[in-house]
């Protein structure tokens, strides 16, 4: 142990080093002597797979939060915030659902995620699997026991991670502006995260402004305009 230790916090003289701590190397070490967390549902050894995959390069940084929080199940969705005391209650906002909303039932159980998932398919996709082959651990954490080139689930993944975050977004605004977003529009704006994060090449960028199509879910009729006012009186215009 203390030979290791000398071997890690020592740099090599040729390069200049005196005894000097290499941190890098250090926290690095640290790193890999660190117990692997697991991820519930998954096999001896899979979870390594499922953090490698979490800060896997083809990912811009906000997939790999994404990723991340779905890795440890900490999503917002309802059941952690109610389980936490920041929900009222733990069911799915989506109309006429009513399970429980958890990470797993968001993107992939609930009948909105199934359609996404279903209308996304190969076609649209070229590195999606058929809608057959998809599985709740290939979409959730990218672990498969179908082996594929480095390269190709390096798009794979990507387009995963893509639709997890429209669907996520798509739900959000469900939630907040009680926009209901038809799955078409929610497989467009995976499709347009996919096409700018491959060619930034995984490095940190700006997300693209997206252009929603929505149908809104009004709570009342709005209210007749008084007589004599001009459409210069609405407060939101369509444009």
């Given at each position: ?13 040729e ?131 179908t082996?594929?080139?480095p ?89």
């Amino acid at each position: 142990m203390e030979k290791l230790k000398r071997a890690i916090m020592k740099k090599r003289k040729e390069k200049g080093g005196k005894d000097v701590p290499d941190l890098h190397l250090f926290l690095g070490a640290r790193a890999a002597s660190q117990p692997v967390s697991p991820v519930r549902g998954l096999a001896l050894g899979e979870p390594s797979t499922v953090w490698r995959n979490v800060n896997h390069p083809a990912l811009p940084n906000r997939l790999r939060d994404l990723s991340w929080m779905v890795a440890h199940e900490i999503l917002p969705v309802r059941s952690v915030m109610h389980s936490r005391g920041m929900a009222a209650h733990a069911t799915c906002p989506r109309p006429g659902c009513g399970a429980p909303e958890s990470v797993r039932h968001l993107l992939w159980e609930c009948s909105a995620a199934k359609d996404q998932w279903a209308m996304a398919g190969s076609l649209k996709f070229p590195y999606l699997p058929a809608r057959e082959v998809l599985t709740a651990q290939l979409v959730l954490y990218g672990v498969s026991p179908t082996v594929i080139p480095p390269k190709d689930f390096a798009k794979q993944w990507l387009t995963l991670a893509a639709i997890k975050d429209a669907t996520w977004t798509s739900r959000n605004l469900l939630v907040r502006k009680h926009m209901q977003i038809p799955p078409v529009a929610v497989i467009r704006m995976a499709a347009a995260m996919v096409q700018v994060a491959g060619t930034a090449g995984g490095r940190p960028r700006t997300p693209p402004q997206r252009r929603i199509a929505s149908v809104p879910i009004r709570t009342k009729e709005p209210e007749l305009h008084s007589k004599g006012q001009g459409s210069s009186g609405l407060a939101l215009r369509v444009r």
